[in-house]
Nanobody, 126 residues
């Protein structure tokens, strides 16, 4: 099993930027697809972005496309989420996620297929 530790959340104003980091340990990081999900108060957890194990393929939800960028550093065993042009509706707990299956060929947007970190709070004020 993989252990995930997120950092980088905080309180920002609309239009600001943040970078979330997720340090992984316990498995072969370079063979695992990684993702970010988020959960706002009173809402279900939703897919935000994911990246293939090699770091060469990414996928984004429509509501962050063009604003957020996911990247993966297989040397540091860390995945990042760069968030630009933040909006109040981006306020949520953001969770780092590691695919339960190594070398999965296709990026999954299904939360059940991932291990989770503890989450980091992102609050965007208007």
């Amino acid at each position: 099993q993989v252990q995930l530790v997120e950092s980088g959340g905080g309180l920002v104003q609309a239009g600001d930027s943040l970078r979330l980091s997720c340090a992984a340990s316990g498995r072969t990081f370079s063979s695992i697809n990684m993702g970010w999900f988020r959960q706002a108060p009173g809402k279900e957890r939703e897919f935000v972005a994911a990246i293939k194990s090699t770091g060469t393929v990414t996928q984004y939800s429509d509501f962050v496309k063009g604003r957020f960028t996911i990247s993966k550093d297989n040397v540091k065993s860390t995945v990042y989420l760069y968030m630009n042009s933040l909006k109040p509706e981006d306020t949520a707990v953001y969770y780092c996620a590691a695919d339960r299956v190594r070398f999965r060929g296709q990026i999954s947007t299904a939360g059940a297929q991932y291990y989770w970190g503890q989450g980091t709070q992102v609050t965007v004020s208007s």
